[in-house]
Each structure stands twice: as C-alpha cells, then as structure tokens.
C-alpha cells in the first residue's frame, strides 16, 4: 500500500499558473506528463499530470491526477490571483484510491470570516485561518511564484488534515537535470522538516521553464523512495 507520505507527493509537489492577462500575471497555463517511479519493496511505476486553466466564470483551476499500478490519486484546487502577486484558495478536493480503498476530502475558503471548513468522510469541522493561508496545491503555486520573485527561503500555513500547518523550503543549489523532455539547469529546492527529520524531499525547478518542477525525489522514513522526471510539456 501507498504510504501517506508518498501520496502528498504524487499528488502535490508540481507547480503550474494560467494567466488572463500576460502583460499583468506573471504566469503561462499549461498540461505536464511526468514520468513516476516506486521502490517499496517491489518496483510500481505511472504517470502523473498537472493541468491548470481559466475558469470562465473567473479565478483559476489547478488539477493533479496520478496513477500507479494499482492506485490513483486526484487534486483539484479552486483559486484567484491576486495583484499583490500572491494566490487565494477558495476550495481544494482530494480523492485517493489504493488496492479498492477510497479516501475523500473537501476544504473550503471563507476570506470574509477566515476560516475553513473541512469535510472527511462527511464529518465536517470548522477551523480559524490567518490571511495567506494555503492549501495542499496552492502553496505550490505560491513558490513558484516565490521562486520566480527571487526568494531562496519560503515558508506557508498550510490547511491540511483539520490542522494548520507548517510547510518550510530552501533553495541548497543549482544542477544539470535530464528529463525524458530535455536536459535543464535547474534550481535544488528542499524541503525543511528540521534536523532530526527521517524523511527527505528534494524538487528541481527548471528557471528556463519560469520554474517547472522537472525532477523530484522524496526517500522516507523507511528507506522507500519515490520519484518524478518531466516527461512531456503542453503550453497555452
């Protein structure tokens, strides 16, 4: 079975923005094939893809969908962009299925009350959010557009599991990476669990593609790894 960790990456660590206006948002739409890759005993491997676009009533919608042998996983999050060039989930989904299992979850925004309401198997709760606060995708929208601002340390209160949350990166260097899509100089972004932490997650951002996740590598406590490589590129 699919541990938790390696679904919170499967379904969460590829960065994509759709603009409206070019000229105003820093940002370009586009649909992303990654290559997947297990080692949890016995060797899985899929695809995952990423695809954002306009939505005609305004705002933006970003979807993740991933498949592995016997397991799928699909994020949808609902957001605006704002001019102070920071995003703002309104609604986010997640659906996972593992060996016939399925697990569902909601959250919605309220920015007049601040707060959220998550629902998990249809048991709803109310929590208190502070202004900024992300989702589980969101927040990758938000350092890419962190990234592209110049910033080498990021953290984000992120609404996840009924809990707000801590999410800390750092930019460690620069590396030659080689896809299935081309070859890149890309920036090394880690994420930061603190010194004692047993697991590692480490993301390739591509500067030549305005910081498209190209390669990431997540290894757990157990030793168990899982990995992405760029596969294919469709722009809008």
Do not use: N
């Not at 379904?11 to 940002?27: D, F, Q, T, V």
Request: charge should be neutral; glycine fraction near 6%; aromatic fraction near 10%.
């Amino acid at each position: 079975m699919i541990r938790s960790g390696f679904t919170a990456i499967l379904a969460g660590c590829m960065l994509a923005l759709s603009p409206a206006h070019a000229e105003e948002i820093p940002i370009t739409g586009f649909k992303a094939i990654y290559t997947t890759a297990f080692d949890m005993g016995i060797s899985l491997s899929g695809e995952a893809v990423r695809e954002l676009k306009p939505l005609p009533e305004g705002g933006w919608h970003f979807s993740s969908s991933a498949s592995a042998l016997m397991a799928s996983i699909s994020e949808k999050t609902r957001f605006h962009y704002l001019p102070s060039d920071s995003i703002r989930p309104d609604s986010y989904r997640y659906h996972r299925k593992v060996l016939g299992k399925s697990r569902k979850a909601s959250v919605d925004f309220d920015w007049v009350q601040q707060q959220v309401t998550t629902v998990v198997k249809d048991k709803p709760w109310k929590m208190e959010v502070p202004a900024g606060t992300q989702d589980k995708l969101s927040y990758q929208l938000q350092m890419r557009l962190d990234l592209l601002a110049g910033k080498t340390e990021m953290t984000y209160a992120v609404a996840d599991g009924g809990k707000l949350k801590e999410y800390r990166f750092k930019v460690t260097g620069e590396e030659e990476i080689e896809t299935p899509y081309g070859r890149y100089t890309a920036v090394r972004v880690m994420r930061d669990r603190g010194e004692d932490a047993d697991r590692e997650t480490l993301i390739w951002f591509a500067p030549e593609l305005d910081y498209l996740i190209v390669r990431l590598e997540q290894t757990e406590s157990d030793g168990k790894t899982y990995a992405l490589l760029l596969k294919k590129l469709e722009t809008s």
